[in-house]
């Protein structure tokens, strides 16, 4: 039986693209941040939109996944998982989680609302997001090369 279904698995998955797609588009939002501080004219940049967007349809995204997760709880770690690295993964991903929540609210406050400390926020959450990146990726690799417990499997739309 497969511990994550396919909607988890898909919304994962469009979830890394579109973080993804928010750092390579880092730079235009932050050009038009500090135009706008300046008061400089804007006018528009698709790249901007694109990252703008991205965010609110990152903040959607992980509320289905939440939802899921409420509704259907946390899969089970592999066979042969730790208590302590259990509960590892778990807070891992209640960061990851709350992380990606965060920096959408606050990227939103800040280009919607104009709110400075706001985008303080989502600029320190894009630093905590990459380190939480670094840490799953490198965890899933440690599964599949040195554990060998097939836990990338669990996220492959292939069985």
Do not use: C
């Not at 919304?11 to 880092?26: D, E, G, I, P, S």
């Not at 959607?60 to 998982?81: F, K, S």
């Not at 709350?98 to 400390?117: D, K, P, Q, R």
Request: charged fraction near 15%; avoid cysteine.
């Amino acid at each position: 039986m497969r511990p994550y279904s396919q909607t988890q698995i898909i919304l994962h998955w469009v979830v890394t693209l579109l973080v993804a797609a928010q750092f390579v588009l880092n730079d235009a939002i932050g050009e038009a941040w500090n135009a706008f501080r300046k008061g400089a004219e804007m006018g528009f940049d698709p790249l901007v939109a694109a990252h703008v967007f991205g965010g609110i349809a990152i903040l959607a995204l992980m509320t289905w996944r939440l939802v899921i997760r409420v509704r259907q709880g946390a899969v089970e770690p592999v066979a042969g998982t730790s208590p302590r690295m259990a509960q590892i993964m778990h807070l891992g991903h209640i960061a990851f989680y709350g992380a990606l929540v965060l920096a959408s609210l606050s990227g939103m406050a800040t280009w919607f609302g104009e709110v400075e400390a706001a985008g303080d926020v989502h600029e320190l959450l894009t630093t905590v997001i990459l380190i939480l990146v670094g840490g799953h990726v490198a965890a899933a690799l440690y599964h599949q090369f040195w554990l060998k417990d097939g836990l990338i499997r669990r996220m492959s739309l292939r069985e």
